[in-house]
């Protein structure tokens, strides 16, 4: 059945048509065109809101925003601003009732008029500043970043697409182990292509920007499942729930690979960044075969607690109130909107069904996307067999991906599914 997060894009593409359809029945029946005005307003202005909410996407994270997203975010902003305008109906529908007092629809008293008017606007503001956060967060236009495995590993690859357990359509590359100028001839990977590494980029990323993550591991005998998540890359969906639901995704890419190679996943790995991170912890700790066939994780940059990261953000960027607001009001909004409750979202309670498989954290402490003392306290959840791997210096989290040192670690790692030390 497919979850909240894929029916309810559909519920706010009905929003516009609807409010479309109703200016236009009461420019018919009024004789005028204020409706119509009305409506060419809130689409300006949405269209207004999205194109800027796509600039800060292709800035900050340098990638190519496909034409359909465009439209896409436009018309989803149109949408916000109508879920906001209808809010405003109904309340001031709803005092106008209840300070009435006689046929015409006068008010009682003056007094009464004014209280209704400030209750509408403390109404407005506790739900609709939420609301707007709650969207911001958890909507993302695709970005798409330049590159194949041929042009970044040298390695050749399959499109394919699979869908997650709850139904998203998804899409990966498949990219078998070779040879390149990178393999070890001198440490040769023990069973060459027959052990697989799922890899699942982070936030705002896609299965390209990160896959330099891998460049040990293809050409040293592992094959590589990297896959766009849910309302990242070419996959569907446009809502993410920062690992959530994405486990499902993660859970999808297991089934696909046990299916269609089961001769090459004898071995089964996560390899995983902040959001992938996070999904590849939820999925290995789901009871499932697929979710149970995964041996071991490799995870840079992850969190242990969602709502201590977003409340962290915020109060770092903005203010304390931001972050209580996020933390308190948006996320369970986000939630509710999701049919999840990601406000409780923990993976540091997940990472203790991981035993007594092993798991590799890797963190920066200049991350500047990522405190390290949430990947530490999600670390020291973790029941042995555990292994950190922490840089004390270093730059964002891109960074830490260049470091050879992390890369040799991850490798290492998965070959002797023990300790690196």
């Given amino acids: 059945m497919p979850s909240a997060s894929v029916m309810v894009p559909w519920l706010y593409l009905c929003v516009p048509l609807i409010a479309a359809g ?45 034409p359909s997203q465009v439209a896409i975010t436009c018309y989803w902003a149109i949408a916000v601003i109508y879920v906001l305008r209808g809010l405003n109906w109904v309340l001031t529908w709803g005092l106008a009732r209840a300070v009435r007092s ?39 236009p695709h970005v798409i970043h330049p590159g194949t495995p041929i042009s970044l590993l040298g390695a050749p690859y399959q499109d394919v697409a699979f869908t997650s357990t709850d139904g998203v359509p998804l899409r990966g590359w498949w990219i078998p182990a070779v040879r390149t100028a990178r393999t070890d001839d001198v440490h040769p990977a023990v069973a060459w292509g027959q052990r697989t590494v799922i890899f699942c980029h982070g936030f705002g990323a896609d299965k390209a920007s990160q896959l330099r993550m891998v460049r040990d591991l293809v050409p040293n005998g592992y094959n590589v499942l990297a896959i766009d998540l ?9 809502l993410t729930t920062f690992g959530d639901l994405e486990r499902r995704d993660v859970l999808g890419a297991v ?4 299916r269609n ?31 149970q066939a995964i041996d071991a994780l490799a995870v840079f940059a992850p969190y242990d607690s969602l709502s201590s990261l977003v409340q962290g953000l915020a109060d770092d960027r903005f203010a304390t109130a931001a972050g209580w607001t996020v933390r308190n009001l948006a996320l369970p909004l986000a939630g509710g909107q999701l049919g999840t409750r990601v406000a409780r979202y923990d993976p540091s309670r997940d990472v203790q069904l991981l035993w007594p498989r092993p798991i590799l954290v890797i963190a920066s402490e200049q991350d500047r996307s990522m405190d390290i003392s949430r990947s530490r ?13 922490w840089l004390m210096k270093g730059g964002r989290s891109h960074m830490l991906f260049a470091d050879d040192k992390a890369s040799l670690a991850v490798r290492v790692f998965f070959e002797a599914e023990r300790s690196i030390l």
Avoid: N
């Fill in 22 to 66: 109703a200016a236009a029945v009461r420019a018919r029946r009024g004789r005028t065109l204020a409706p119509l005005r009305e409506l060419l307003v809130c689409c300006i202005g949405g269209v207004i809101c999205g194109l800027m909410l796509i600039s800060l996407y292709v800035y900050g994270l340098r990638g190519r925003v496909p």
């Fill in 230 to 238: 849910r309302a990242h890359g070419q996959s569907g969906g446009q």
């Fill in 255 to 258: 089934a696909w690979v046990r």
């Fill in 261 to 291: 190679h089961r001769q090459e996943c004898k071995k089964l790995f996560g390899l995983g960044e902040s959001l992938g991170a996070a999904a590849l912890i939820s999925a290995a700790a789901d009871p499932s075969p697929e979710g």
């Fill in 377 to 389: 306290a999600l670390f020291d959840a973790a029941l042995q067999p555990r292994y950190g791997y």
């Fill in 102 to 140: 006689d046929a015409e629809g006068r008010a009682c008293c003056p007094a009464a008029e004014v209280a209704g008017l400030i209750f509408r606007a403390v109404v407005l503001l506790l739900v609709g500043i939420p609301y707007v956060l709650a969207m911001v967060m958890i909507y993302r």
